[in-house]
């Protein structure tokens, strides 16, 4: 029974999990994995980043590319928690 269950000599299980685990390899090479340049990122000019007043609904704080206390996933550099972009997304 186990002779029949052989694909090229390597049973199915583990082709599928070899298959998985050089996709998942793959995928996060293709992507610059979890520790990405800085130099990926944009320029606060090229993003059109201001920092605005008190007031203002739109801010980085609340942006889903924040990353707290003073970074984003988009923009290069320290930015304030009061700021805003042309990318800011709910």
Do not use: H
Not at 2 to 19: A, D, Y
Not at 29 to 51: E, F, H, I, T
Not at 78 to 86: E, K, N, R, V
Request: proline letters at 4%; a positive charge; glycine letters at 14%.
């Amino acid at each position: 029974m186990i002779e029949q269950n052989k694909l090229f000599g390597i049973c199915r299980r583990l082709f599928w999990q070899r298959s998985l685990l050089g996709g998942v390899l793959i995928f996060v090479g293709l992507n610059g994995g979890p520790g990405r340049a800085q130099s990926d990122k944009m320029s606060k000019k090229q993003a059109g980043y201001v920092v605005r007043d008190k007031g203002a609904t739109q801010i980085c704080a609340q942006c889903i590319y924040f990353i707290s206390p003073s970074d984003c996933v988009l923009v290069q550099g320290p930015i304030s928690p009061q700021g805003w972009c042309t990318y800011y997304g709910d």
